[in-house]
């Protein structure tokens, strides 16, 4: 799906991305783990379109995709969420998630004269859709919510309905168990579990907590420096050295001897 291939950022002297090169295979939930300012955000930043690279070639599909932005890649299936998520606070959950399709006719000034109709049927179809995402998500009890009263956890199942409401080919996602409990962070591997098997989604997630690494994703691709330093099952990774002992620390390698 995903081929990144010897991809360079620089920051004047500092090389945030330096060499990286990997592959996201088609269906695959894929985890890119490594310490603190390894790349892998910037990494990340730079395959959706957010920041262009120094060096290097992303292709998609075996199209090449680099430089395009986040509009672009968004129409090819491409979507990214953040970290922190990034919803509309004064509209409720269904509304969120009503806006995310693109060429809607309620956009056009011409429609709102004389397409009336086409636009009344659009938004029937946006709100069956936008409800059935909500009870996919188990949070349909919300959909008249607003948005900016969620919890951190509601918001990231929120953004995962988002890349549903285009049926995304890929998604990336930074830091989803950011700021999320345990319960709701089960609900949220939940949701991409399903999403994978039952409708074919691929995912790319940067995550820290390795026993949500575990659950979901193989293979998991280790950075530091701004490159590929390891590739593998969690298992693999965990039983490491280089890995252990350089970029993870002792409280890996005590989980992975326990």
């Known amino acids: 799906m995903i081929e990144v291939h010897d991809l360079h950022k620089h920051f004047g002297g500092f090389r945030a991305v330096d060499g990286a090169s990997l592959k996201i295979e088609q269906g695959s939930i894929t985890g890119l783990v490594g310490p603190n300012g390894a790349g892998k955000t910037t990494l990340f930043n730079v395959i959706a ?8 070639r992303v292709t ?9 932005p986040p509009h672009e890649l968004f129409h090819k299936g491409l979507l ?16 969120n998630l009503m806006m995310v399709p693109p060429a809607q006719s309620g956009e056009t000034l011409w429609n709102t004269w004389f397409g009336r109709a086409r636009i009344r049927e659009e938004e029937a179809a946006l709100l069956k859709k936008a409800d059935e995402v909500l009870e996919f998500l188990t949070i349909d009890h919300l959909k008249n919510e607003k948005a900016g009263n969620l919890s951190g956890g509601q ?13 995304a080919r890929i998604v990336f996602l930074d830091e989803v168990g950011a700021g999320v409990n345990r319960t709701l962070l089960n609900t949220v591997g939940d949701a991409i579990l ?17 026993d949500f690494i575990g659950r979901l994703c193989d293979p998991v691709i280790v950075m530091a420096e ?33």
Do not use: W
Not at 49 to 56: A, D, F, N
Not at 194 to 210: A, Q, V
């Open 49 to 56: 379109g957010v920041l262009p690279p120094t060096s290097g």
């Open 60 to 68: 998609m599909a075996g199209e090449d995709i680099t430089g395009l």
């Open 80 to 95: 990214r969420t953040f970290q922190i998520a990034h919803e509309f606070p004064s509209m409720t959950v269904r509304e």
């Open 155 to 167: 918001k990231k199942l929120l953004e995962l309905g988002r890349t549903m409401m285009v049926d």
């Open 194 to 210: 399903r999403l994978n098997r039952e409708r074919g989604y691929t995912f790319c997630m940067i995550e820290h907590d390795m």
């Open 226 to 258: 701004g490159h590929v330093l390891a590739e593998g099952t969690i298992a693999q990774i965990k039983a490491n050295e280089q890995v252990i002992e350089a970029y993870l620390g002792t409280g890996l390698k005590n989980k992975a001897s326990a």
